[in-house]
């Protein structure tokens, strides 16, 4: 727990920092610290496929959400209008094609033959008629008018039956394959062109592509929604911000100078600001292919092995890279500890290192051994239990033993 340092009028105890040490397994030394900021290893920003006006909106900043759930609807009259004439334009060409596909029905086949009968008696009654004025004009009795009259009928009566017998013979064999085909093909464009429909309604509901937590709500009732941004004062862009924070990293930016000291899958522990009594366990997770010349950095990211809900995106952390786990010979090196403190709570005194300690509202001197110094933590190997109030702050150096103070 941490106090800030403040002065209290002359005579009156001052008022100090302290903090509690941290303690770390032996077994694993430190090799590194490093500060950074907690990330979502995959952070989605959710968008629309079409432009339209939001209709209702489901979720609030904070709202736990499953894989494909609805989370925005976009009003859809004119979409669902446009679906429902391509999905008649659909049916249309399927009847027709199927109208093609069974052929001609015995009926009209019947019906047919019956027009190729009748045009059959009728050129007989023609042809006979035609015949007979015909002898009578040899005879001088039948005017010329007649037989020309006689003989136009009987052509035309056998140009229809030939007429007749063609469509006869169509009919009765049923609509060619070239007909089917482009039938079917026009079926085939009518329901490409339904199916485009309804992924386009069907786009009016925004749903997530995965189980996470809304880290931002950016759309209201009423807003537009497009699909390429065009400002803050515009059409939004995206609808939610989507994250797993149960795969949550810490991204660090390490030194050249101290990246030989980091491998892959190297164990650290994570300490975040906001509570700096939870030691998370973690591992690197990832390191940049290259690095950043401008900020001769590289860039790492250790992941959380087992978050919690006290860890939150954009916190502050500092993580402590370990040496790589190594045999343990014997159970008493495993139970030993080190216990951290900062660099600025150690006092350099003839007889050693030591730390001024709070007890009873007076000022102690604690002898420690220090093991190592890694960044600006010191790690102590004997002097410490775990439970002392250290002090820190400005006025450190201006305290002895015995000194009465108080903690706030």
């Known amino acids: 727990m941490f106090a800030f340092v403040t002065l209290r009028n002359p005579g009156a105890a001052p008022v100090v920092q302290t903090i509690r040490p941290r303690s770390e397994a032996s077994s694993q030394s430190a090799v590194l610290v490093a500060t950074g900021y907690v990330v979502a290893h995959h952070k989605i920003q959710v968008g629309s496929k079409i432009t339209g006006r939001v ?49 001609s029905r015995p009926e009209e086949i019947d019906r047919a033959k019956a027009d190729v009968d009748r ?15 015909e002898g009578l004009a040899k005879e001088g009795v039948a005017a010329a008018q007649l037989l020309d009259e006689a003989k136009g009928r009987y052509d035309s009566s056998r140009a229809n039956l030939a007429a007749l017998t063609k469509t006869f013979e169509l009919i009765r064999q ?37 189980d996470g937590t809304i880290l931002e709500r950016n759309v209201e009732q009423g807003e537009m929604v497009t699909t390429s941004f065009v400002g803050d004062r515009g059409a939004k862009s995206f609808v939610v911000t989507l994250a797993d924070l149960n795969d949550i990293q810490v991204e660090l930016d390490i030194n050249q100078n101290d990246f030989n000291r980091i491998g892959p899958r190297q164990p650290c522990t994570v300490v975040t600001d906001a509570y700096p009594d939870r030691v998370y366990n973690c591992r690197v997770d990832e390191i940049a292919p290259e690095a950043n010349r401008q900020k001769a950095t590289v ?64 000022v102690q001197v604690k002898p420690i051994t220090v093991a190592k110094e890694v960044g600006t933590d010191v790690f102590v190997s004997a002097g410490l239990v775990g439970n002392e109030a250290i002090i820190v702050g400005e006025l450190l150096n201006q305290l002895k033993a015995g000194d009465r103070v108080e903690v706030k």
């Open 299 to 362: 860039q790492v990211k250790v992941k959380f092995t087992e978050p919690d809900e006290y860890i939150r995106p954009e916190m502050n952390a500092r993580v402590t890279f370990l040496e790589n786990e190594k045999t343990v010979q014997s159970p008493k090196a495993e139970e030993s500890k080190l216990y951290v403190v900062p660099k600025r709570a150690v006092l350099d005194r003839e007889s050693g290192k030591a730390v001024f300690v709070v007890a009873d509202g007076k």
């Open 119 to 133: 045009a059959q008696a009728q050129l007989r009654t023609d042809e006979a008629q035609y015949k007979r004025i």
């Open 174 to 210: 049923g609509p060619r394959k070239e007909q089917i085909d482009n039938a079917r093909s026009e079926a085939g464009r009518d329901k490409a062109a339904m199916d485009y429909a309804r992924t386009i309604l069907d786009a009016t509901e925004i749903r997530v592509p995965s």
């Open 55 to 103: 209709a209702w909106i489901g979720v609030e900043k904070g709202n736990r959400v499953r894989r494909d759930q609805v989370v925005v609807r976009l009003e859809d009259r004119e979409y669902r209008a446009q679906f429902e004439q391509a999905r008649s334009s659909y049916e249309a060409a399927q009847a027709r094609l199927a109208e093609l596909e069974r052929g």
